[in-house]
């Protein structure tokens, strides 16, 4: 991964452009309705009340070249979750993901997390993989999962107590 990438905590002023990357970054999955579907995933709470846990990745001009959106569960804080990830289409493949997911895990093993949790579209194909090569275990189907036609595939990794 290039060493000219800068990682850091998000402010409440990332909110917007992180929004902005959310359909080109996406390569439009689900055309209108998946970008609108995404946005709302993404409100400004998580700028101000989960930073410590997430990351913005910068290139050198300034510009978003990643981000990452966790946070350990309140229901169980043996378990962590990962809300959404996304990376520059033009410096995919390049170790950046996976980079944000091994800083994550240990941050929250820090923290006594023990378990990774995420979900994702079926269409995703690519998230789909992705989390397959990072050790993830992946659910079927999971129908109306986040509401009426919001079917999603569920994510789950362990975390051994030591280092990833
Ligand atoms: C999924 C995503 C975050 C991967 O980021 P990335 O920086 O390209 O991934 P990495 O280069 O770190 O790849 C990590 C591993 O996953 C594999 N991988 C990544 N994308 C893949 C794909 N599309 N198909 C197959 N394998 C893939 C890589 O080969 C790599 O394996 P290795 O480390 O064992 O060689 C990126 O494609 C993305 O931002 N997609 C759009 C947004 C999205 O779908 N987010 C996830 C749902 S919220």
Redesign the pocket.
Known sequence: MSADLTFREPTEDDHARVLAALGP??GGLKGEAGAKERALLVPRLYFQHFTPTSRVVERPDGALAAFLIGFVSQTDPATAYIH????DPA?????????LYEWFFERVRELGVRKVKCV?SPQ?T??R??HA??GFEVSDVLPDYDGPGLDRVAFTRGLAAGPA
């Open positions: 970054w996406w959404f990830v996304g990376v410096l995919h493949g390049q170790g950046i993901g996976r980079s994702t995703n690519a998230s993989a992705y090569r990072l």
